[in-house]
């Protein structure tokens, strides 16, 4: 068991002058499950990877416990990994492949036999013990890769990715599996997923990175109800968060259907005069055209249990400016009607077409600086 | 009272996607080129094979009937017996596979570690060396023969099966190299990964999971070069001079030099047909694993 330390962790590739990773400081808890997510690119997966001692550290380091990992090779990490694709050996049976470090360790027969009893007892293997791994089920093959990583006993499980090749109802099952397995050897956990779901259904804590940089790290609730800014709150939350353009005067933020007194903290925060309203589908009641902002119903999709509603707005004044998720920063006015995202009650009986009038809950509204994209804490 | 379903049957031949002609002009053109061109295979086949049960008389008179002399006689192996005996065929024979075996095993044991290397291991100017390997493979080794025969005679080479072991070692390399390089490359590389998390050294690697991997490629190489050295004759002419040295290819020559003064064509024919049969039976058992070893590593 141990902690998972970056201090200034940076990860440069060659000929390229703008870093993977920028100056990461993470710091995982004996234990914790830390899901790392991010959009492609972002450089979770080379942070995986530098804590696994596959990728160099240019600056700054990693440390394990109170051992300082930063130069150390691999194997004497005391770590497994978990690959996207589970880089399961395909000329060994599944008993060898998860015995394999601990033959290389010359651990005793005994001992390999048993542990690796265990682990496919856990993981539902014991039947396909002497198959190779091409006749295997992705699922099964995900959990030899998971058994691989059990059996070491390590201090830090490092997962990458592992559930993108299962398809989406074995995801489900194995997500639960993987973070009840987690619980249950409670062994420090570093998780990379691009999934939104995934990060927050599984983790303690949340990082989120953008552009090697780490965005916001806190557990799941905090980072859904408080992001940081711009960039987490449209990418945690799906459907994304609507954002809005505003512009506060006299202290308080007027938007389309809505005004929103600054608290003092907010308005010294505050750089210049526009501002960045979030709110989510959920925070929006549809009524009567008339009231609120009036839009027309482009799309329906109903889910069951929710229906979401895709709105254009009409152009005029206050009409809503939705901002480039992606930058985080205003899109440029493409001229295109903006659509806003409405969550309503499932079977609710909206339809293309319909104009409605959408009005926002401005209690749960998240408000931002416009120039530096950061939240305005109150 | 059941009714009787008839079982459902697939159709003999699946219905081909819309639109595809079966008998387009390209195709019946293609497929006539094919099958001229295996005709005339097997009839070359065919005539060496029944040429090489005749007598020199049938060969010349009925070039393409059936042999019967040697039948009637009750010594159908003649033509055989007497290559192998008499012209040095067996002796040539046991030569040739012990020095074409060593030859190919040593080119994969060399070669593969060092397509490994070259490959994967991020060797300091693995680039440049890699290059020089398949530079190699653009010179013609007939034209390095002579400076090859000075140098190896100055080192008492000539002459020597061991001197020609090492030629054809080392003529054989560079493809060999380039071969499993394109192999080794399109192996993935979490499995290295995985390997260097579980606690594997390089060279256990190498041999315990990369080795194993890269069984279809090293088979092909291994074949490949077996089958090339097999038919191996200027080198052999030019590096030999003794009778009990003498490779097959090399016998074959001699042989066809004394055959035609003493009119003994059908045991020269049987001694081409020991040469060649051996290689074709390979080629049609494992045609193909070399083809598949020959395409790997070039798609992804």
Request: aromatic share 8%; charged share 15%; proline share 6%.
């Amino acid at each position: 068991m141990a902690t998972v330390t970056l201090k200034g962790a940076t990860r440069f590739y060659a000929g390229q002058h703008t870093p993977a990773v920028d100056a990461l400081d993470l710091e995982v808890a004996d234990g914790e499950f830390l899901v790392l997510v991010g959009p492609s690119g972002c450089g979770k997966s080379t942070t995986l990877r530098m804590v696994a001692g596959l990728e160099g550290v240019d600056e700054g380091g990693i440390a394990i416990g109170d051992r300082d990992v930063t130069d150390l090779p691999p194997k004497d990490r005391d770590i497994a990994m978990v690959f996207q694709n589970y880089a399961l050996y395909p000329h060994m049976t599944v008993r060898e492949n998860i015995g394999f470090h601990l033959r290389i360790r010359r651990e005793p027969k005994a001992l390999i036999a048993e542990r690796t009893a265990e682990a496919a007892q856990l993981l539902d293997l014991t039947e396909v013990l002497d198959r190779k791994p091409a006749q295997l089920s992705g699922g099964q093959r995900q959990r030899v890769a998971m058994g691989r990583a059990i059996v070491r006993r390590p201090q830090v499980f490092l997962l990458d990715e592992p559930l993108s090749n299962l398809d989406a109802k074995l995801r489900v099952q194995t997500r639960t599996q993987i973070a009840a397995l987690q619980r249950e050897f409670a062994v420090t956990t570093l998780y990379v997923t691009h999934d939104q779901v995934e990060a927050m259904t599984m983790g303690d804590r949340v990082a989120v990175m953008n552009g090697g940089v780490l965005q916001q790290c806190a557990t799941p609730p905090e980072i859904f109800a408080r992001p940081v800014n711009l960039f987490v709150a449209s990418f945690i939350g799906s459907p994304a968060i609507n954002l809005l353009n505003a512009s506060a005067a006299d202290d308080t933020v007027r938007g389309p259907g809505f005004e929103l007194r600054l608290t003092r903290a907010q308005a010294s925060s505050l750089t210049g005069t526009d501002v960045v309203v979030g709110l989510r589908p959920e925070a929006w009641t549809v009524g009567e055209p008339g009231t609120g902002v009036d839009a027309t119903i482009e799309v329906v999709e109903e889910l069951g249990s929710d229906q979401y509603i895709y709105c254009s707005t009409v152009g005029g004044a206050d009409d809503p400016i939705a901002v480039d998720p992606s930058l985080g920063m205003p899109a440029a006015d493409t001229g295109l009607p903006r659509p806003l995202t409405v969550r309503t009650q499932g079977m609710a009986p909206y339809a293309r077409g319909q104009r409605v009038g959408l009005r926002p809950d401005s209690a749960s509204a998240h408000l931002f600086d416009a120039n530096t994209g950061l939240r305005l804490e109150d | 009272m059941t009714a009787q379903t008839p079982a459902r049957r697939a159709p003999r031949r699946p219905k081909p996607p819309p639109g595809s002609r079966r008998y387009g002009p390209v195709r019946i053109v293609g497929m006539a080129v094919v099958w001229l061109f295996t005709a005339f295979n097997l009839l070359l086949l065919y005539w060496l094979v029944a040429a090489s049960f005749k007598t020199p008389i049938e060969i010349f008179q009925q070039p393409f009937g059936l042999p019967l002399h040697w039948f009637q006689l009750g010594n159908p192996m003649r033509n055989y017996l007497y290559a192998w005996n008499e012209a040095g065929f067996g002796h040539a024979f046991v030569v040739t596979v012990l020095l074409v075996g060593a030859a190919a095993v040593s080119v994969v044991a060399v070669g593969a570690p060092a397509a490994y290397a070259l490959s994967r291991l991020g060797v300091r100017g693995h680039g440049p060396l890699t290059s020089f390997f398949a530079i190699g493979m653009g010179v013609p080794f007939q034209t390095v023969i002579i400076p090859l025969f000075v140098a190896f005679s100055k080192i008492d080479l000539t002459n020597s099966l061991f001197g020609l072991y090492l030629l054809y070692v080392a003529l054989s390399l560079p493809f060999t190299v380039f071969l499993l390089t394109g192999f080794f490359r399109s192996l993935p590389t979490e499995l290295e990964e995985q390997a260097a998390i579980d606690g594997a050294s390089p060279v256990r690697t190498f041999v315990r999971v990369m080795l194993p991997l890269a069984q279809g490629g090293l088979v092909t190489a291994l074949i490949i070069n077996a089958i090339g050295l097999w038919n191996e004759t200027l080198l052999a002419i030019v590096f030999l001079q003794e009778n009990a040295k003498f490779t097959l290819s090399r016998a074959l020559f001699t042989f066809y030099g004394a055959a035609q003064y003493q009119s003994e064509y059908g045991g020269l024919i049987a001694g081409v047909a020991i040469v060649v049969l051996p290689m074709l039976v390979m080629y049609i058992v494992l045609a193909r694993r070399i083809i598949g070893g020959l395409t790997l590593g070039a798609g992804k």
